[in-house]
Nanobody, 126 residues
């Protein structure tokens, strides 16, 4: 059984940093695409950053470029999202997602992922 568990969310002020973690069981990240998505109230779930199935390349949404860094540790079956210079518009529930067969061109689409975590809330407010 595949399980993804996120942690690291919280309430921070604009300009602060957070590091989100996602730990997996029942799946290996060596041949699995893994990504971070986020969903703000009243909005659709959107891609933030992640890795292709081979893990060779990471991809970022425009909103994350320059501020967020995605990394993973295959041995620990963990993926991380380092978020710097957080803004109020980054407020959302952040989800970890994984899929064994997704192709690179489909990485950005939430409906292409089979496995999801429960999410962790990130609130950026002064």
């Amino acid at each position: 059984q595949v399980q993804l568990v996120e942690s690291g969310g919280g309430l921070v002020q604009p300009g602060d940093s957070l590091r989100l973690s996602c730990v997996a069981t029942g799946i290996t990240f060596t041949t699995t695409a893994v990504a971070w998505f986020r969903q703000a109230p009243g909005k659709e779930r959107e891609y933030v950053a992640g890795f292709t199935r081979t893990g060779s390349y990471s991809r970022y949404a425009d909103s994350a470029k320059g501020r967020f860094t995605v990394s993973k540790d295959n041995a620990k079956r963990a993926v991380y999202l380092q978020m710097n210079d957080l803004k109020p518009e980054d407020t959302a529930v952040y989800y970890c997602a994984a899929d064994r067969s997704i192709i690179t061109s489909s990485l950005y689409y939430a409906d292409q992922y089979d496995f999801w975590g429960q999410g962790t809330q990130v609130t950026v407010s002064s």
